[in-house]
């Protein structure tokens, strides 16, 4: 039953069995001027999708949810709340894991258990006429029981990696999560998701591949600047990325 | 030009020299006082800085000078979480957007819709579906023109006036400057 779901006060759960996207239902909401803390739970996610219209599998058994969110700040700053939302999810998980997978980062907000993606994180917003954000919807995928296979980046469920937890646990812990580093950044600012992130990031400091829409850049992962942008140093020079997919280069 | 990644100096902010934001912003409100004007260029002299401002294509390649002695802030000085508001777009962008096309020229009185931040510009919300607007779409002022990324963070940039859209000015998956203008849109065109 729902309604005995813990919540961090202002949330507010509103259940589905089924919806093509729980981001598209929370960004709906969004426009039509419902309050921030709306929390969009599906079920299952038949059509669900990633970054720039990429499948994201939604069988039931996995958690979908997405965060309706109104911060008083600029689009810039609302690309920090990416690692927010990747804490969130590692904390969430860590607890339902054996002691040897910790949940480790990869640039910007991937969360991985065994070098394998547990989770995918899609952010979407709009901006008022002042530069404000209007709406910030957080779009958390957590796989639990089941994972896809034959993905670009190898997947993983906490079942596949030796770990227990039902969807209302992780979707409790989640948002409980997410609420208490939501408020650090608040009070006091990115630095100290930065530190949280980089304490458990993979890659920095090793050689990645980072590819870009139209480019692929090899280079070592100097560093996560105070923005959030990947710090790369390449043999032509010094370049900071702000969008993109990291690849971590084995060592050989 | 900016490709999703610019470079970078160990965090180190040289700001010598380089132009503070009330600056930034006069310079930007000129130029688009130029813009809608019937005027080719502007010459202005404010605190020792001098100014020599022409539309694209009239006066020699670029389409804004500074004297010598002062410098725009470079891409690696400027704090990219600052530039946030549309409005405050950085010199960079206006004084880099030269001659390749002519600003404003074949449609005075166009309405500029402008990138809210730096990062990767998409005209479709993926690969397989249709723009989000064409040219001579009508739009309003909230209709969504095309999304912004910035750490996997999708910016949905409203087109913030009404009217028809008149110049796409940015291609699917072009990196853009904050302030840069993505399209142009003529108001009460819907008529004509």
Redesign the interface.
């Known amino acids: 039953m729902t309604a005995s779901l813990r919540l961090p006060p202002g949330y507010r759960l509103l259940d589905y069995d089924e919806l093509d996207s729980t981001n598209d239902e929370a960004k709906r909401l969004g426009a039509d001027g419902a309050p921030a803390g709306c929390v969009v739970w599906a079920k299952s996610q038949p059509n669900g999708r990633g970054r720039r219209g990429r499948r994201w599998d939604g069988p039931p058994g996995n958690l979908y949810m997405s965060l309706l969110l109104r911060p008083a700040h600029s689009p810039a700053a609302a690309a920090q709340l990416g690692f927010v939302a990747a804490l969130a999810v590692g904390e969430a998980c860590a607890p339902f894991l054996p002691e040897a997978t910790k949940p480790r980062y990869k640039w910007p907000n991937d969360v991985l258990v065994s070098g394998r993606k547990v989770s995918g994180i899609l952010l979407e917003s709009s901006a008022l006429p002042d530069g404000m954000l209007d709406w910030l919807v957080v779009g958390i995928g957590i796989n639990v029981a089941s994972h896809p296979a034959g993905t670009e980046f190898p997947a993983t469920s906490l079942a596949a990696s030796g770990g227990t937890a039902t969807v209302t646990q992780l979707l409790e812990s989640t948002v409980a999560r997410y609420h208490h580093w939501m408020g650090r950044w608040e009070a006091a600012g990115f630095e100290a998701i930065r530190e949280a992130w980089l304490s458990n990031a993979i890659g920095v400091g090793g050689k990645v591949t980072v590819r870009l829409e139209r480019q692929v850049l090899e280079g070592r992962f100097a560093d996560l600047d105070r923005d959030g942008a990947l710090l790369l140093e390449t043999d032509e020079g010094n370049r900071r990325v702000l969008a993109g997919d990291v690849f971590p280069v084995a060592a050989s | 030009m900016f490709?999703?990644?610019?470079?970078?100096?160990d965090?180190v902010t040289d700001n010598e020299g380089s132009l503070t934001e009330r600056e930034v912003q006069r310079i930007v409100g000129l130029i688009e006082a130029l813009e809608r004007s019937s005027f080719d260029g502007l010459e202005v002299e404010i605190d020792g800085l001098k100014l020599t401002l022409g539309r694209g294509g009239t006066a020699g390649s670029s389409a804004a000078s500074l004297s010598p002695n002062v410098r725009l802030p470079s891409q690696?000085a400027a704090?990219?979480?600052k530039?946030?508001?549309?409005?405050a777009a950085p010199p960079t962008a206006p004084a880099k957007a030269p001659a390749a096309k002519p600003q404003g020229a074949a449609q005075p009185g166009a309405l500029e819709v402008r990138a809210?931040?730096?990062?990767?510009f998409?005209g479709r919300?993926?690969?397989?579906?249709p723009p989000f607007v064409t040219l001579g779409a009508k739009v309003s002022?909230i209709s969504?023109i095309g999304l912004?990324?910035?750490?996997?963070?999708?910016?949905?940039?409203?087109a913030?006036h009404e009217g028809e859209v008149v110049e796409i000015c940015a291609e699917d998956?072009q990196?853009v400057e904050?302030g840069q203008v993505l399209l142009r849109i003529a108001s009460g065109k819907a008529s004509a």
Do not use: C
Not at chain 2, 3 to 9: D, N, R
Not at chain 2, 125 to 129: E, F, H, L, V
Not at chain 2, 148 to 158: R, S, T
């Open positions: 490709s999703g990644t610019e470079p970078w100096s965090g690696s704090p990219p979480a530039t946030a508001a549309p409005q809210p931040l730096r990062g990767i998409y919300a993926d690969p397989s579906s002022a969504t912004v990324e910035v750490m996997k963070v999708f910016n949905a940039v409203p913030g998956g990196a904050a």
